[in-house]
């Protein structure tokens, strides 16, 4: 089946920093959604991107399906980031969803 | 929009019991939803995938007769861990597609439920 790297797995921002999370996927997918896990466990949507790129306060995230990767961005990082990000792909005929490997990012005052 | 509920939030039972997990589409219909089993420090896995109306398609390795999935409407799913047992102690969390099967359209997911075995 597809496979669904994250990386970094971890990582540790001071405040105001910016950083780039990156989704690899090993084949074709039909869609992208991008989460933010918060600590009592709820999936939050962040972004529905199969493709292109998309904005929204200070995230924004780009796909580029036939490289096969996506990015999200985080610009001027707060503490309540912090969390695991997911990415998630919907691929083949059967429409299997896979999640990716996470990113555990916690930012610091 | 897009609100998906889940209930009950938490669980403990005894070993060897069933326990019976909801989630619910709040304002709007779902055609498919999902379930997912997430251990601690780990990523979510699917367990399967429930249409209305149609038998659940499980995952490799996901037991049918252990974990019973029923979508009798276009707003329920439930999830039944039967015989439970303290292996079966996770975090269980179901999603829910907006559209029609076969629409590759955003999922939206509950927040969770936490199930320990004792």
């Known amino acids: 089946g597809i496979q669904v790297e994250q990386s970094p797995p971890d990582l540790i921002l001071q405040e105001g920093a910016n950083s780039t999370l990156r989704c690899n996927f090993s084949?074709?997918?039909?869609?992208l959604q991008w989460f933010h896990q918060n600590p009592w466990g709820q999936l939050i949507n962040l972004f529905y991107?199969?493709?292109g790129t998309k904005q929204n306060g200070r995230l924004s995230a780009t796909t580029v399906a036939t490289e096969r990767y996506s990015l999200l961005y985080i610009s001027s990082s707060q503490t309540t980031d912090s969390g695991v990000y997911f990415c998630?792909?919907?691929?083949?005929?059967?429409?299997?969803?896979?999640f990716g490997t996470g990113t555990k990012l916690q930012v610091i005052p | 929009g897009a609100v998906v509920s889940q209930h009950p939030s938490w669980v403990i039972c005894k070993s060897g019991t069933s326990v019976k997990i909801e989630c619910r589409s709040l304002?709007?219909?779902?055609?498919?939803m999902f379930w997912y089993r997430q251990f601690p420090k780990q990523s979510l896995m699917l367990m399967a995938t429930?249409?209305?109306?149609?038998?659940?398609?499980?995952e490799q390795g996901v037991e049918k007769d252990k974990f019973l999935i029923n979508h009798a409407s276009l707003t329920l799913s439930t999830l039944t861990v039967t015989s439970a047992h303290p292996e079966d102690s996770s975090f269980y969390i179901c999603?829910?597609?907006?559209?029609?099967?076969?629409?590759?359209?955003?999922?939206?997911f509950g927040p969770g439920t936490r199930l320990t075995v004792l």
């Open positions: 999603s829910a597609r907006r559209g029609l099967a076969g629409e590759y359209n955003e999922q939206f």
């Open positions: 084949d074709s997918v039909n869609n």
């Open positions: 991107i199969p493709s």
């Open positions: 998630a792909v919907l691929s083949g005929g059967y429409q299997k969803v896979t």
């Open positions: 304002d709007f219909q779902a055609t498919t």
């Open positions: 429930s249409n209305e109306g149609s038998k659940a398609t499980y």
